[in-house]
């Protein structure tokens, strides 16, 4: 009766601590897009309507506020509102002129729109992790050649007792990804993780453990 007791407290315990961080999140998507909103206006505002931000303080102010905006859905993983900042931002740099009073404005927006555009692919890392079985082949070889980098292809074939067309496959698609990259080590070429591929074998052989 005790140990019933103290497992329903547990799940209780976890079930507001999960409402709570859900809660959380919710707050923070709808801060997000109030922000979105709120720089974007200004944004086209100064670059539609023929405007400009003609004070270098005043850029360097809304590309402060932008970039903690970009930091912040970064940290979030906000796909969409991501999304949304690169076109947003890609749109203005079409329309700013690079030479006369907004260069200013258009060297800022081109940079906001780099780190937006790598918050964005990293943000769709964890789209990744969570779409991919543990149990498929690409996960298996991800995780696999994080375990032992340089590994062939061959190599690979040999122990997941697999196809050399499978591993193929896999491979492609782990690349397209920016999970695995494939180098020559001598005669032979062999895959090793990237950066973003062992975070996410890691989390994969975490799933595939539990």
Same mark, same amino acid.
């Given at each position: 009766?005790? !140990?019933?007791?103290?497992?329903?407290?547990?799940?209780?315990?976890?079930?507001?601590?999960?409402?709570?961080?859900?809660?959380?999140?919710?707050?923070?998507?709808? $801060?997000?897009?109030?922000?979105?909103?709120?720089?974007?206006?200004?944004?086209?505002?100064?670059? $539609?309507?023929?405007?400009?931000? $003609?004070?270098?303080?005043?850029?360097?102010?809304?590309?402060?506020?932008?970039?903690?905006?970009?930091?912040?859905?970064?940290?979030?993983?906000?796909?969409?509102?991501?999304?949304?900042?690169?076109?947003?931002?890609?749109?203005?740099?079409?329309?700013?002129?690079?030479?006369?009073?907004?260069?200013?404005?258009?060297?800022?927006?081109?940079?906001?729109?780099?780190?937006?555009?790598?918050?964005?692919?990293?943000?769709?890392?964890?789209?990744?992790?969570?779409?991919?079985?543990?149990?498929?082949?690409?996960?298996?070889?991800?995780?696999?050649?994080?375990?032992?980098?340089?590994? !062939?292809?061959?190599?690979?074939?040999?122990?997941?007792?697999?196809?050399?067309?499978?591993?193929?496959?896999?491979?492609?698609?782990?690349?397209?990804?920016?999970?695995?990259?494939?180098?020559?080590?001598?005669?032979?070429?062999?895959?090793?993780?990237?950066?973003?591929?062992?975070?996410?074998?890691?989390?994969?052989?975490?799933?595939?453990?539990?």
């Amino acid at each position: 009766m005790v !140990t019933w007791t103290r497992a329903t407290q547990v799940q209780a315990a976890t079930s507001r601590s999960q409402a709570a961080v859900r809660a959380v999140g919710e707050r923070a998507t709808t $801060g997000l897009e109030r922000g979105l909103d709120v720089w974007a206006s200004r944004l086209k505002e100064e670059t $539609g309507d023929g405007k400009v931000l $003609g004070e270098q303080a005043t850029v360097d102010r809304w590309a402060s506020a932008v970039s903690r905006w970009i930091v912040d859905a970064a940290l979030l993983a906000d796909t969409p509102n991501l999304h949304a900042a690169v076109e947003i931002l890609r749109e203005a740099v079409l329309r700013l002129d690079p030479e006369g009073p907004t260069a200013r404005l258009e060297a800022a927006v081109v940079t906001l729109a780099e780190v937006a555009r790598a918050g964005l692919d990293r943000a769709r890392q964890n789209e990744v992790v969570d779409a991919l079985d543990p149990n498929s082949w690409a996960a298996r070889m991800l995780i696999l050649v994080h375990d032992q980098p340089h590994i !062939t292809s061959a190599e690979i074939v040999t122990t997941l007792e697999t196809h050399e067309a499978q591993i193929s496959r896999s491979g492609k698609a782990l690349t397209e990804q920016g999970l695995l990259v494939k180098n020559r080590h001598g005669r032979l070429k062999g895959w090793h993780a990237t950066p973003r591929g062992v975070v996410v074998a890691q989390r994969l052989a975490d799933r595939a453990n539990a």
